[in-house]
């Protein structure tokens, strides 16, 4: 029994799912704190500009998300040789870069009408365009930290920007500053996550021989199956999670948005929490040597994820106050009668980030079945959101459709 136990926690993924469970405690107070301070500091109306300025991130962020994703992919099939393939491919993404940097100004143009088409203020706006533009430069680094498996050094980046991130709205809470303090340090955070990212991943291939400089054109990588099936899911998923979102902040007051962007915070609060098994998963499954065992995983990892959601159900309902008192305030308890339905709505999206990674880990166009169902979900918003319980219920059927789908899809191939 012991030595079972020894070769279970000196499993390289065990080990790994560990650590990022640990990062993942200590960021995800971080973003508590973050959020609690700055619902509280800023009232409903000004704290919808957050909740709408990352829900913008997420969907903007989706072709980096699929240049990370192809990126662990890709280094999850180059096996013993990850490390030294590293060094040609970022001299060839740093070329590019250079290459394309004319486009900066014309990037920063949109600041004239950004304002406009998403209902943000101006600062939000430009945070959204500087955090978008370091997000693309970091994103090369973070990817291929996960990729060769330094965990510690990814979580110590991640933890240190996140923390940086929270000191914006504890300025503010101690009456030294206002939104704007708050979107100067979520910048930041940003750059010195980029910078970290650089640093770390340079260190561990620093003693490695670079292969031949990589000379494929951005056509040849961008044009491939893989990035087309990662691209539409991606943004299918991210459509999921923040559709809603920012169909609130266009389209009701300041006051509405900021409290339903309250309640979306306590679903994504379940995907924060339980993000480790998603990520180990990811990279668990594009590692070759373990393709046996990836359908054994994946069960469990489902049955694990139900009972989470149906325990965070049945805290939600039973303390509904507490719970919304313990991030926010008295401002935000109208939220009550439809805070349970956030764990539902909050474990379907990581069911569906489970599975749908699955799927994208083997290239598979299955993972693109999600497509049609956000087709479907905006057309249904724009049909019946007409209040926040309607928007509730929308999120609710469409979530489970998907999931149940992904869920045959899987069962067909076992």
């Known amino acids: 029994m012991v030595k079972i136990v020894g070769r279970i926690f000196n499993n390289k993924f065990i080990q790994g799912g560990m650590l990022l469970t640990i990062t993942n405690f200590l960021v995800g107070f971080m973003n508590y704190l973050f959020n609690s301070l700055a619902g509280k500091a800023l009232g409903p109306a000004k704290y919808s500009e957050i909740t709408a300025l990352f829900s913008y991130l997420f969907i903007f962020l989706v072709p980096i998300a699929t240049i990370s994703t192809e990126i662990i992919r890709r280094l999850g099939q180059k096996g013993k040789t990850r490390l030294t393939v590293i060094k040609s491919w970022e001299s060839w993404f740093w070329k590019k870069i250079r290459r394309w940097s004319f486009l900066v100004l014309p990037y920063f143009l949109l600041i004239l009408w950004l304002p406009r088409w998403t209902n943000l203020s101006l600062q939000s706006s430009i945070s959204l365009l500087l955090i978008l533009l370091l997000s693309f430069f970091s994103v090369f680094y973070a990817a291929s930290l996960l990729g060769i498996h330094r965990l510690f050094d990814y979580s110590l980046a991640l933890i240190i920007a996140t923390f940086i991130k929270l000191i914006g709205?504890?300025?503010?809470?101690?009456?030294?500053?206002?939104?704007?303090?708050?979107?100067?340090?979520?910048?930041?955070?940003?750059?010195?996550?980029?910078?970290?990212?650089?640093?770390?991943?340079?260190?561990?291939?620093?003693?490695?021989?670079?292969?031949?400089?990589?000379?494929?054109?951005?056509?040849?990588?961008?044009?491939?199956?893989?990035?087309?099936?990662?691209?539409?899911?991606?943004?299918?998923?991210?459509?999921?999670?923040?559709?809603?979102?920012?169909?609130?902040?266009?389209?009701?007051?300041?006051?509405?948005?900021?409290?339903?962007?309250?309640?979306?915070?306590?679903?994504?609060?379940?995907?924060?929490?339980?993000?480790?098994?998603?990520?180990t998963g990811f990279i668990f499954f594009t590692a070759k040597e373990?393709?046996?065992?990836?359908?054994?995983?994946?069960?469990?990892?489902?049955?694990?994820?139900?009972?989470?959601?149906?325990?965070?159900?049945?805290?939600?309902?039973?303390?509904?106050?507490?719970?919304?008192?313990?991030?926010?305030?008295?401002?935000?308890?109208?939220?009550?009668?439809?805070?349970?339905?956030?764990?539902?709505?909050?474990?379907?999206y990581c069911l569906i980030s489970l599975l749908s990674g699955f799927f994208l880990s083997q290239n598979s166009y299955k993972a693109m079945v999600i497509f049609p169902f956000i087709i479907i979900y905006g057309v249904s918003l724009l049909l019946f959101g007409r209040g926040l319980e309607q928007i509730v219920t929308v999120n609710i059927i469409i979530s489970t459709l998907i999931f149940l789908t992904y869920l045959g899809l899987i069962l067909v191939k076992r």
């Not at 340090?185 to 940003?190: D, G, H």
């Not at 309902?317 to 008295?330: A, D, K, W």
């Not at 939220?335 to 956030?342: F, V």
Request: net charge positive.
């Open 169 to 279: 709205p504890v300025l503010v809470i101690l009456k030294l500053g206002n939104l704007s303090l708050i979107l100067i340090f979520i910048v930041v955070s940003n750059l010195v996550l980029w910078i970290m990212d650089k640093i770390l991943l340079q260190k561990a291939v620093k003693n490695q021989k670079a292969q031949p400089p990589v000379e494929k054109r951005i056509a040849e990588i961008i044009f491939t199956k893989s990035i087309f099936i990662i691209f539409i899911t991606s943004i299918s998923i991210n459509l999921l999670n923040n559709l809603d979102v920012i169909f609130v902040k266009k389209f009701f007051v300041a006051e509405t948005a900021g409290l339903y962007g309250a309640w979306n915070l306590y679903a994504k609060i379940i995907f924060y929490v339980l993000s480790p098994i998603l990520t």
């Open 290 to 348: 373990e393709q046996k065992k990836h359908l054994k995983t994946i069960f469990s990892s489902i049955i694990l994820l139900i009972a989470a959601g149906f325990a965070c159900y049945l805290f939600y309902r039973l303390f509904p106050r507490f719970v919304i008192l313990f991030i926010f305030n008295q401002s935000y308890l109208s939220i009550k009668p439809i805070l349970p339905y956030a764990a539902i709505f909050g474990i379907n």
